[in-house]
């Protein structure tokens, strides 16, 4: 089960962290990846890491904005949003690859989701 967190409205330049957390030991084994849905469009690929972080990918709209990370003590896999845009304006999704395959941005190839955080940018 994953907990999707740290949403809400902020002005266009600003920051949001969201948080996932994983129940369950094997979480931290899992490839992570986080994905966004704005309302009347598909959902869409943001980031993803890899289990040890040593794999990480974003999507070429958030490159050099949004990071991920993970603390698998923790249990728990952030998104930290940097100079957030009103396009990034939508509900945020993370979700984990327990099977293995790992194609990292098809959302089809994630098995366990997180219920979305919404995030709001105002202009």
């Known amino acids: 089960q994953l907990q999707a967190s740290g949403g809400g409205l902020v002005q266009a330049g600003g920051s949001l962290r969201l948080s996932c957390v994983g129940s369950?030991?094997?979480?931290?084994?899992?490839?992570v990846g986080w994905f966004r849905q704005a309302p009347g469009k598909e959902r869409e690929f943001v980031a993803a890491s890899n289990w040890s972080s040593r794999q990480i990918y974003y999507a070429d709209s958030v490159k050099g904005r949004f990071t991920i990370s993970r603390d698998n003590d923790k249990n728990t896999v952030y998104l930290q949003m940097n100079s957030l845009k009103p396009e990034d304006t939508a509900v945020y999704y993370c979700?984990?690859?327990?099977?293995?395959?790992?194609?990292?941005?098809?959302?089809?190839?994630?098995?366990?989701w997180g219920q979305g955080t919404l995030v709001t940018v105002s202009s």
């Open positions: 979700a984990a690859d327990t099977i293995g395959l790992w194609r990292y941005n098809r959302a089809a190839e994630y098995d366990y």
């Open positions: 369950g030991g094997m979480f931290r084994s899992y490839p």
